[in-house]
């Protein structure tokens, strides 16, 4: 089984922007450069042939480039407990018709439609029950920012889960093109 993801990956500045902001909240998991990137959708767990289906209908996706900055910080709760520290990218308008785009080839193999609200987002750290609080990363980073980027491209990845977190390695790169 392969457990697959679309997702873009900043340029090195900006995960290197994005790691120099990690710390100061005890017990936070944080993201390593190698695990930095803005997903466009989560495929999940797919055997060997539909993987194959998925990296030659993410093919077919056409996109012009575009340009996204990072903008503020958020989190996400679960069951009523912060369970994940992110960075906002902004303007959400073509990452929206980006990720709309790869969902729609991916329900013509016949993979289910995403049915999660789409926020695009990076995330920073994974938070547990004895994570200190965020009161000073939230006052320090708040008002998060960064030059514009342009996406030229998004990849498929592959998740391999171990005992460290984790792993993402590239399985195929696609192009947008002008």
């Given at each position: 089984m392969?457990?697959?993801?679309a997702?873009?990956?900043?340029?090195?500045?900006?995960?290197?922007?994005?790691?120099?902001l990690?710390?100061?909240?005890?017990?936070a998991?944080?993201?390593d450069?190698?695990q930095?990137?803005?997903?466009?959708?989560?495929?999940g767990?797919?055997?060997?042939?539909t993987?194959a289906?998925?990296a030659?209908?993410?093919?077919q996706v056409?996109?012009q480039p575009?340009e996204?900055?990072l903008?503020g910080?958020g989190?996400?709760d679960?069951k009523?407990?912060?369970d994940?520290?992110?960075a906002g990218v902004a303007p959400?308008d073509?990452?929206t018709?980006?990720?709309?785009?790869?969902?729609?080839?991916?329900a013509?193999?016949?993979?289910?439609?995403?049915?999660?609200?789409?926020l695009?987002h990076l995330?920073?750290?994974?938070?547990?029950?004895?994570t200190g609080?965020?009161d000073g990363?939230?006052?320090?980073?708040?008002?998060?920012s960064s030059?514009?980027?342009?996406?030229t491209?998004?990849?498929?990845?592959?998740s391999?889960l171990?005992?460290?977190?984790a792993?993402y390695?590239?399985?195929e790169?696609?192009a947008l093109?002008p």
């Amino acid at each position: 089984m392969h457990r697959l993801f679309a997702a873009i990956r900043p340029p090195a500045a900006i995960r290197q922007h994005l790691l120099g902001l990690m710390g100061g909240v005890p017990r936070a998991r944080w993201q390593d450069d190698d695990q930095l990137h803005l997903t466009l959708r989560f495929i999940g767990e797919v055997d060997r042939h539909t993987a194959a289906d998925v990296a030659a209908a993410l093919g077919q996706v056409r996109q012009q480039p575009f340009e996204i900055m990072l903008s503020g910080i958020g989190t996400f709760d679960r069951k009523g407990r912060t369970d994940t520290l992110w960075a906002g990218v902004a303007p959400h308008d073509q990452l929206t018709l980006l990720h709309n785009k790869i969902d729609q080839s991916l329900a013509r193999i016949g993979l289910a439609p995403e049915t999660r609200a789409y926020l695009p987002h990076l995330t920073l750290a994974r938070l547990g029950r004895d994570t200190g609080r965020l009161d000073g990363f939230a006052e320090s980073h708040g008002g998060l920012s960064s030059d514009p980027f342009t996406v030229t491209h998004f990849m498929l990845f592959e998740s391999t889960l171990g005992n460290q977190g984790a792993r993402y390695d590239v399985v195929e790169r696609y192009a947008l093109t002008p």
